[in-house]
């Protein structure tokens, strides 16, 4: 049986606002019999709200036909003043309270390594293990996404994508002794980049710092 992923954000009262027409009762009816993953982007008014997160928990884990509910964070840009943007103090409440009821939930997809990640996010694109093994476009295939899914200049430092935190927790995964996942992936890249080398083709790892060049007059110009 195929897994359709469906976005609800929020209960009814906030998703059917948001997401109209794609409400509760035609998402409900229309999965019907159709085995679904939920996937719930987390905003400030979520966390603050007495007994909302709970009360999303509950609904979805109680439809037999959900497999597993995903939980992403609102990423704001940099220069993002909105209202579903999260205090360091909502973060640091939303870490403990997944922590505290993942057991209660098993299909929700959140664990202690993945609130570690959360709370200790990549400082920037170059540092995201999600950014650096993923590409992303546009819906018509034709314009790259950068720096990552979420494109224009994400505060990393406040990246809440459930990919990253899974990559992020991953890649610090121990697996023998010092040596880490994320050593074998940085290995892997660097091969990689060394065949592209010796064949003539592809280009650098996306979030390597370009060599620092000084203009000069020598250059030639061409005219359009």
């Not at 954000?9 to 993953?37: F, M, Q, S, V, W």
């Not at 920037?124 to 992303?136: H, R, Y």
């Not at 010092?178 to 083709?201: C, D, E, M, T, W």
Request: aromatic share 8%; net charge neutral.
């Amino acid at each position: 049986m195929i897994t359709i992923a469906v976005s609800v954000d929020g209960n009814p009262e906030d998703h059917d606002i948001r997401r109209a027409p794609a409400t509760y009762e035609r998402i409900l009816r229309n999965t019907e019999g159709r085995k679904i993953n939920v996937h719930w982007t987390v905003v400030r008014k979520n966390i603050e709200e007495p007994g909302y997160m709970g009360r999303y928990l509950d609904f979805w884990s109680a439809q037999p036909n959900v497999d597993r509910i995903w939980v992403s964070v609102y990423t704001p840009q940099t220069d993002d003043n909105s209202a579903e943007r999260l205090t360091p103090q909502n973060r640091a409440e939303l870490a403990a309270y997944f922590n505290e009821v993942s057991a209660r939930y098993p299909k929700m997809s959140m664990h202690s390594g993945l609130m570690d990640a959360f709370l200790n996010p990549p400082v920037s694109p170059a540092d995201c293990m999600f950014s650096k093994l993923s590409v992303n476009y546009t819906a018509d295939l034709r314009t790259r996404v950068e720096p990552c899914v979420f494109g224009g200049a994400p505060e990393c430092a406040e990246c809440g994508c459930s990919m990253s935190m899974g990559m992020h927790w991953l890649g610090e995964y121990r697996l023998a002794g010092p040596l880490q996942a994320k050593h074998l992936i940085h290995a892997s890249l660097a091969v990689g980049r060394f065949s592209n080398r010796v064949r003539g083709g592809g280009g650098g790892l996306r979030w390597t710092p370009p060599a620092d060049t000084q203009p000069t007059n020598d250059l030639v110009q061409i005219e359009r």
